[in-house]
């Protein structure tokens, strides 16, 4: 069960502090491994209002990482198909 220490920061908005316990970090670590699911789940998490702070930030970087992976992987799989056209075309 979660804790709910809810405090409000400099600016008045209420955030929930509560700690995650080792058996909540256990089940999004499974949800994570489902295909579909984990996306939605870390918009919930990172958006959703009733989630502890440090889910929420967790969910954010994650998302924030797996964006900056699929613009680098988009990047090299156009160079890595624009090389491959390049030696393609010299065969013809």
């Known amino acids: ?3 709910q220490n809810v405090a409000p920061n400099n600016y008045g908005v209420v955030k929930n502090q509560s700690i ?4 909540d970090w256990i089940v999004t670590f499974i949800i994570m491994i489902l295909p579909i699911i984990n996306i939605v789940m870390l918009f919930v ?3 959703g209002g009733s989630v502890s702070e440090s ?3 967790w969910a954010k ?3 924030i990482v797996w964006l ?3 613009v680098v992987a988009i ?3 156009s160079i890595f198909a624009a090389a491959i056209m390049s030696v393609l075309s010299n065969f013809r």
Not at 20 to 23: E, N, Q
Request: proline share 0%; aromatic share 22%.
């Open 1 to 3: 069960m979660e804790n």
């Open 20 to 23: 995650v316990s080792i058996l």
């Open 45 to 47: 998490w990172a958006f």
């Open 55 to 57: 889910k929420a930030n």
């Open 61 to 63: 970087a994650r998302l």
């Open 68 to 70: 900056i992976g699929t």
């Open 75 to 77: 990047f090299f799989w």
